[in-house]
Each structure stands twice: as structure tokens, then as C-alpha cells.
């Protein structure tokens, strides 16, 4: 890159101003391009980073982070929302709803909010309306009702064929890494799929209950008990079928019933079947590293 040629955040920012300018002439096709080739160059720059994972290590991510966003004259909201969140961070525990907040963006001009509000933008005077909303997890609204449904009846039957022909040695042997056997992700799912049917029974039984808030290593239930790979799988895979013929009774109506969750708000029915059927296809990528290690692939 020559001296005089602009750094590629500049381009990018080039090219998200370009794709607003066509959606205005209303080609959104093109447009949408645009967006694209921004949101991948961004992505793929940042996946080349490779920061740490350990807790500490990220702590002082952050504040790197604060600093960067103090430049850019990030909104004050903000920064202190972040600091919540780090405060949460650095005593080992997740940041609630209640903490952080939603998180709205103006389409037109990047003016941020924190926190509900139906004013209009106070910049270019977007109604409130119309500001892009920021979700904890796009897999939130990521799929319809009967998506969700043929997503879940689908991953039952992808994971048995990943589980073909491995022996119990093979279901129990952790990476190199330290991480997950394939016994505790088939646990992990197990105990997500009784995590989910409860939540979706709970809010058609009760207008919006609180609904309990777990992590990963609270979702490995009893993967060290002397049970089978099998039996476990087993275990999943009925309760799939119950929760599958449950959702496919309910009327549409109800899959917008909703439930207070203690990280995300309030959530809906539909949100969390779409949710947890994300969630899965995540682990079935684990599941086949896991399985080409075993076979000495990786």
C-alpha cells in the first residue's frame, strides 16, 4: 500500500457509504453487495487476529477496546455500558440484561443508543422506529416457526451419523486441546434440548415467567455418570421427538408468547426455537472435528 492510498477501514467506510447513497436510488441489490464485501473484509481481518481466551487476557482486551472507542467518540452510554460488562467479566460471571441494556443503531447516520427510547435521532432525526437493533445472538431471529421445527428434526438424525461407527473409547477421548469429548457435547445437547423444552413449556403455561439463565459448563448435567454415548443420545432424541410433536400443536399465535430472560430480555417463543436450533449446528461442526480426529484426519 502506497502512502498516499487510504487504509482499508477507510475503504470500508467508503463502501458502507456508497451501498446507503444506492438504497436511497433504491438499488438494493447492489447495495446489499456492498454491505457484504464490507461486513466479509471486516470479518476476515479480525478472525486473523486471533486474541486469547482466557478471562484475564480478554479483561485487558477491553480496555484496549474502551480506549479505541473513547477515539472514535463513542457515546458515553456506552462506554459505561462496557464497563459494566467488564466489571461482570472480571468476577467470572455473565452481564445480565438488566446491566447492558438493548442497543440501537440509526440506519441513516450511526448515531448509538443505549437503552429503550422512542425518540427520534437526535443527528438526521430518524424516527426511533426505524434504528437497527443489536442482539445478543442473530441466531435469535434467525429462522421462522417452521424452520425451526425442521431444523430441530433435522440435527438429531445429522449427529447419529457422526456417531457412526466410533468406538466408546473414540466417544470419550477429549482433543489435545483439553476440550469437549463427543459424550460431553452429547450431553451439553441433551441437557440444552430439556433447557429448551422447559423454557417453551413454561411460557405457554405462564404469561411471561422469568425463565433460568445457564452456561456451558452448567449444561454438562451428568457426562461423567456411568451412562453410554448411546444412552444419552438416546435420551436426546426422545425428548426431541415430545418437544417437536409439542411445537407443531401450538398455534402460531402462541409462538410469540414470551419470557423474561435474565442475559436477553424478554424472549419469545419463537426466538428460542430459533435460537437453540442455531446452537446446535455449532456443535455439529464440533462434533465432525471430533470425529476426524478420531480417525486421525486432523
Not at 468406538?167 to 440444552?192: E, F, K, T, Y
Request: charge should be negative; aromatic fraction near 6%.
Amino acid at each position: 500500500m502506497s502512502e498516499h492510498e487510504p487504509h482499508w477501514g477507510e475503504r470500508l467506510v467508503y463502501l458502507l457509504a456508497l451501498a446507503a447513497r444506492l438504497e436511497d436510488e433504491g438499488y438494493y441489490n447492489i447495495a446489499k453487495l456492498l454491505r457484504a464485501a464490507a461486513d466479509s473484509t471486516a470479518r476476515r481481518t479480525a478472525y486473523r487476529l486471533n486474541l486469547p481466551h482466557d478471562l484475564p487476557s480478554l479483561s485487558t482486551e477491553l480496555n484496549t477496546a474502551r480506549t479505541a472507542l473513547l477515539g472514535f467518540g463513542c457515546s458515553p452510554d456506552l462506554i459505561a455500558a462496557l464497563e459494566r460488562g467488564k466489571a461482570a467479566l472480571d468476577t467470572g460471571r455473565l452481564p445480565l440484561y438488566e446491566e447492558i441494556g438493548p442497543v440501537y443503531v440509526c440506519r441513516t447516520c450511526g448515531h448509538l443508543v443505549v437503552g429503550q427510547t422512542d425518540a427520534p435521532c437526535p443527528t438526521c432525526h430518524a424516527w426511533a422506529a426505524t434504528f437497527l437493533a443489536f442482539e445478543p445472538i442473530y441466531w435469535m431471529n434467525n429462522l421462522e416457526p417452521l424452520e425451526s421445527i425442521e431444523r430441530l428434526r433435522q440435527t438429531p438424525d445429522e449427529i447419529a451419523g457422526l456417531l457412526t461407527d466410533l468406538s466408546a473409547s473414540d466417544l470419550m477421548r477429549q482433543p489435545p486441546d483439553g476440550g469437549w469429548s463427543i459424550q460431553q457435547v452429547l450431553a451439553h445437547l441433551r441437557d440444552s434440548q430439556g433447557l429448551l423444552d422447559g423454557r417453551v413449556r413454561l411460557m405457554l403455561a405462564q404469561d411471561d415467567p422469568p425463565l433460568v439463565s445457564l452456561g456451558a459448563a452448567d449444561l454438562l448435567g451428568d457426562a461423567a455418570q456411568p451412562v453410554t454415548a448411546g444412552e444419552i443420545f438416546e435420551r436426546y432424541r426422545a425428548e426431541r421427538d415430545e418437544l417437536l410433536d409439542l411445537l407443531e400443536d401450538i398455534p402460531l399465535m402462541a409462538w410469540g408468547r414470551t419470557g423474561q430472560h435474565p442475559e436477553f430480555g424478554q424472549v419469545t417463543i419463537r426466538q428460542q426455537a430459533s435460537y437453540f436450533a442455531g446452537h446446535e449446528l455449532i456443535h455439529l461442526r464440533q462434533l465432525e472435528l471430533l470425529r476426524r480426529m478420531n480417525a486421525g484426519s486432523v
